[in-house]
């Protein structure tokens, strides 16, 4: 059975342009959602701040000098003082070596931190264990800085790090020196609260610098600039 289909077909070209037209009050309201979602973007990027920062690591110091004891020999590191303070002069570890059992003593008294696990294998010269003292009268960290970034670090910067309870301490930059050993690098010296000692959990501690604070808008600026 043959189908007859109907065309309809729009002649008239005001038929035409009443379709093909946008109505007016869609394009102002358009034009305005744009308007208004872009100074949105625009106001939220100059609110939210943007922190660069430098990754580094910190070497802790402490006057009195915190006590590194390292292994003697090959062997195995055997804890005898389960106390994480101990009295200066203290046998704290022994290591098993062959058939001898060597004693490794405090210097100091102080919160000791382990480097290295009971009944653990251990390599001549690796670090066992620290102990801090008990009376610190002051306190640094240095941290070893590409050259490149010398010019972005100012006294008083602010330096943080985190320990392994995940609480947040801050320090600052007090020096920045020449780095003997390489000169693509400097060293850098940071003070810390002496309190900040009783809360570290190594003798090297992942900080950052931060070198630079401020909105996001400005930092674009910045790039848009350089």
């Known amino acids: 059975m043959e189908q007859n289909t109907k065309h309809i077909e729009l002649r008239s ?60 020999a090959d062997g195995i590191v055997l804890f005898q003082n389960p106390q994480n303070t101990i009295a200066k002069n203290t046998t704290i570890a022994h290591l098993q070596y062959e058939n001898k059992l060597i004693p490794l003593k405090t210097t100091v008294k102080g919160k000791v931190i382990k480097n290295t696990g009971n009944n653990s294998i251990v390599k001549k010269g690796e670090l066992l264990f620290l102990v801090v003292p008990e009376n610190i009268k002051y306190c640094y960290a240095e941290a070893i800085v590409p050259q490149d970034f010398k010019h972005l670090l100012k006294k008083e910067t602010t330096v943080n790090y985190t320990n392994s309870n995940n609480v947040l301490f801050e320090g600052h930059i007090k020096k920045v020196c020449p780095y003997p050993v390489d000169n693509y690098f400097v060293k850098v010296i940071v003070t810390f609260n002496c309190n900040t000692f009783d809360n570290f959990s190594a003798p090297i501690l992942q900080g950052q610098i931060l070198v630079k604070k401020s909105s996001y808008f400005s930092y674009f600026l910045d790039n848009i600039n350089n």
């Open 13 to 72: 070209e005001k038929v035409r342009n009443i379709i093909g037209t946008i109505p007016p009050f869609l394009l102002r309201q358009g034009t305005g959602i744009i308007a208004f979602v872009l100074l949105l973007m625009l106001l939220i990027s100059t609110i939210i701040p943007y922190r660069k920062t430098i990754a580094v690591q910190l070497h802790l110091h402490t006057v009195p000098k915190i006590q590194k004891v390292y292994a003697p």
